[in-house]
């Protein structure tokens, strides 16, 4: 069963310029979630999908950012434009079906600097 | 807010030597509770968890973990590591019938063999 994969690994951009990172989740799971982690600091929670309808987005630091998941299965996150405080590893995950509190399958992450 | 809390930044330990990770959260009401790791070049995956019943739930690779409420602490342990331990861990939290997974710092072991 392939896992949860996730693109680029890495991307290196100036301030100012558009990324786009995308989140293709395990088949079949309905949630999608997408997370931060800043240097050293947790992972924090940005937002969660059930199928193509988010159903939290308290994360999301602000409007720069854009998450999607047309058709409810991969999910592209969008910064634009990309300022310095941006960069972390930006980590998706997914779990099965409606049952809070399941485990979470993660993605390696995406790198994202930006300079 | 809900929070976690990890004492413990960078952990070294020799092999064989018993390994104990503080964790922390706050939030009043019933919660569910899981320890994550993540090895050196793979993703995170998840070590154990607790959602009721036995306070002591023992996970992969000779991990337990002990839930005191009183105390709201859920610290990873384990009697003797190995140094394929090495890794960074992270405790999280989610309320009852919550989706929404919140996670420590995290804490970075390293083993030395």
């Keep these: 069963e392939a896992g949860v994969t996730q693109f680029p690994s890495h991307s290196v951009i100036e301030k100012g310029q558009t990324v786009t990172l995308r989140c293709d989740p395990i088949s079949g799971h309905d949630n999608l979630y997408w997370y931060r982690r800043v240097m050293g600091k947790e992972i924090k929670f940005l937002l969660h999908f059930v199928k193509e309808s988010k159903q939290d987005e308290s994360g999301m630091p602000n409007n720069r950012f854009l998450a999607e998941r047309t058709g409810g299965t991969y999910s592209t996150l969008k910064v ?15 779990s099965p079906g409606q049952t809070p509190n399941e485990k979470l399958f993660f993605g ?3 790198q994202l600097s930006v300079l | 807010a809900q929070s976690v809390s990890q004492h413990n930044h960078h952990v070294i330990l020799s092999e064989a030597a018993s390994l104990e990770l503080g964790c922390n959260y706050s939030y009043g009401g019933t919660v569910n509770l899981f320890w994550y790791v993540q090895y050196p070049g793979q993703h995170l995956q998840l070590l154990l968890k607790y959602f009721s019943g036995d306070p002591l739930v023992k ?7 002990e839930f005191i409420k009183s105390k709201f602490s859920f610290n990873l342990r384990k009697p003797s590591v190995q140094w394929s331990d090495t890794a960074e861990y992270f405790c999280a939290v989610t309320t009852t019938g919550g989706f929404k997974t919140i996670f420590g710092a995290g804490t970075r072991l390293f083993v030395k063999a």
């Excluded at chain 1, 300022?83 to 980590?91: A, C, I, K, T």
């Design chain 1, 80 to 94: 634009q434009p990309a300022e310095l405080e941006d960069s972390g590893v930006y980590f998706c995950a997914s």
């Design chain 1, 108 to 110: 390696s992450g995406t």
């Design chain 2, 59 to 65: 996970g992969i690779k000779g991990f337990e973990a």
